[in-house]
């Protein structure tokens, strides 16, 4: 069984920084694509960055690129979202997911379906 447990989340001023960490434990790391979703009070759990079993290619919803950065570490197994120039709209409880890679099936990581295991999630705020 997977385990995901995510840390870094905080309470940080507009323009700071805050970076995200996920832990995998239970299988092998590097079969899994790894993404991060995050969910704001009142609104649906939405789509934020993800990246390939092997750090091969990345994606970001729009509201995100240019400011945060995902990435893993294959020997460490872990996936890290560095967040830089937060913004009020930024806040929301963070989630990392893993998704499968062994079937080999197509990749479609703004699909929170296509996640086997969810985090319990981390607390980002920027006050307004």
């Known amino acids: 069984q997977v385990q995901l447990v995510e840390s870094g989340g905080g309470l940080v001023q507009t323009g700071e920084s805050l970076r995200l960490s996920c832990a995998f434990s239970g299988r092998t790391f590097n079969m899994y694509h790894m993404g991060w979703f995050r969910q704001a009070p009142g609104k649906e759990r939405e789509f934020v960055a993800a990246i390939t079993w092997n750090g091969g290619n990345t994606d970001y919803t729009d509201s995100v690129k240019g400011r945060f950065t995902i990435s893993r570490d294959n020997a460490k197994n872990t996936v890290t979202l560095q967040m830089n120039n937060l913004k009020p709209e930024d806040t929301a409880v963070y989630y990392c997911?893993?998704?499968?890679?062994?079937?080999?099936?197509?990749?479609?990581?703004?699909?929170?379906?296509?996640?086997?295991?969810w985090g319990q999630g981390t607390q980002v705020t920027v006050p307004s």
């Open positions: 997911g893993a998704d499968w890679a062994g079937d080999g099936t197509s990749w479609y990581p703004t699909q929170s379906q296509s996640y086997d295991y």
